[in-house]
T-cell receptor, first 110, second 109 residues
């Protein structure tokens, strides 16, 4: 199993550009989530999904959209990138109480 | 106000030393988890504690859940450079997993 995979690993955007961060898992987990990690602020939940077709907002959802058309994929869309969205983004899937994280996408918005 | 307060925020020690890091809250939790995150990677689950007063050991790491289930500690015996990383505690509330800010541990050879 590949576990949780994320692409790209690094990305630089200009303010106002849009992009999609990809996340996929091959463990057939129903629950998936997106976090951002910033220095001094830990990991903060952006959006999560408890199954295909179901998504909900986390702690910091503004500026981000998600969809869950399949169990495997959970993409995160930045609608109009802002410098405040410079961060490291982690996707995760969960089974019972164990959360499995991807390797992260380091995003810089200029 | 953070749900989980971790201390210290940074810790730099020499190989072979012992250390303890803490995760505190004013709330009561049904369970608490500890993760370790190495540079350039995502967090990896180390342990889940569920019972007040519970102690779990993972090789040189000892995890304790407070009697009142409001706090937890992680003790590392004879630290090694491979223990270097960010140690995060986390709790589940409904469908959400909430993390503390973490303790950045550096073990120098």
């Amino acid at each position: 199993n590949a576990g949780v995979t994320q692409t790209p690993k690094f990305q630089v955007l200009k303010t106002g550009q849009s992009m999609t961060l990809q996340c996929a898992q091959d463990m057939n987990h129903e629950y998936m989530s997106w976090y951002r990690q910033d220095p001094g602020m830990g990991l903060r939940l952006i959006h999560y999904s408890v199954g295909a077709g179901i998504t909900d907002q986390g702690e910091v959802p503004n500026g981000y959209n998600v969809s869950r058309s399949t169990t495997e994929d959970f993409p995160l869309r930045l609608l109009s990138a802002a410098p405040s969205q410079t961060s490291v983004y982690f996707c995760a899937s969960r089974r019972w109480d164990t959360q499995y994280f991807g390797p992260g996408t380091r995003l810089t918005v200029l | 106000t953070q749900l989980l307060e971790q201390s210290p925020q940074f810790l730099s020690i020499q190989e072979g030393e012992n250390l303890t890091v803490y995760c505190n809250s004013s709330s009561v939790f049904s369970s608490l988890q500890w993760y370790r995150q190495e540079p350039g990677e995502g967090p990896v689950l180390l342990v889940t504690v569920v019972t007040g007063g519970e102690v779990k050991k993972l090789k040189r790491l000892t995890f304790q859940f407070g009697d009142a289930r409001k706090d937890s500690s992680l003790h590392i015996t004879a630290a090694q450079p491979g223990d270097t990383g960010l140690y995060l505690c986390a709790v589940t509330s409904g469908s959400r997993l909430t993390f503390g800010e973490g303790t950045q541990l550096t073990v120098n050879p």
